[in-house]
Nanobody, 126 residues
Framework: VQLQASGGGLVQAGGSLKLSCAASGTIGSSNGMGWYRQAPGKQRELVAGISSGGMIKYGDSVKGRFTISRDSARNTVYLQMNSLKPEDTAVYYC?????????????????????WGQGTQVTVSS
């Protein structure tokens, strides 16, 4: 499985961006998909995750501003980011893994069922 993320860039505070992540290959039927981010000097954190059954979880700092969605037929996950703030600046990574893994871990687990994209930079200027 390979994940290709796109849609990052430079935007002014208050603006919007939409990230996309397309997965190639066969994804497990119980795999969720998620977006994570890592800013310089900070730990990677969950931005938003969506389970195989459609359950959604957002990080506290993005609730009400970001929306995750999933097109299962296309193995694609999206992240609509509105009202962006300078503190949203980070490298954003997409991931597919078993549901519980997406929601409870922020680094790759052993076993071969956890796949990450290459990351896309989001920069929000003040």
């Amino acid at each position: 499985v390979q994940l290709q993320a796109s849609g990052g860039g430079l935007v002014q505070a208050g603006g919007s961006l939409k990230l996309s992540c397309a997965a190639s290959g066969t994804i497990g039927s119980s795999n969720g998909m998620g977006w994570y981010r890592q800013a310089p000097g900070k730990q990677r954190e969950l931005v938003a995750g969506i389970s195989s059954g459609g359950m959604i979880k957002y990080g506290d700092s993005v609730k009400g501003r970001f929306t995750i969605s999933r097109d299962s037929a296309r193995n694609t996950v999206y992240l609509q980011m509105n009202s962006l703030k300078p503190e949203d600046t980070a490298v954003y990574y997409c991931r597919t893994a078993p549901d519980i893994v997406v929601f409870t871990t922020t680094s790759q687990i052993p076993g071969g069922m956890d796949y990450w994209g290459q990351g896309t930079q989001v920069t929000v200027s003040s």
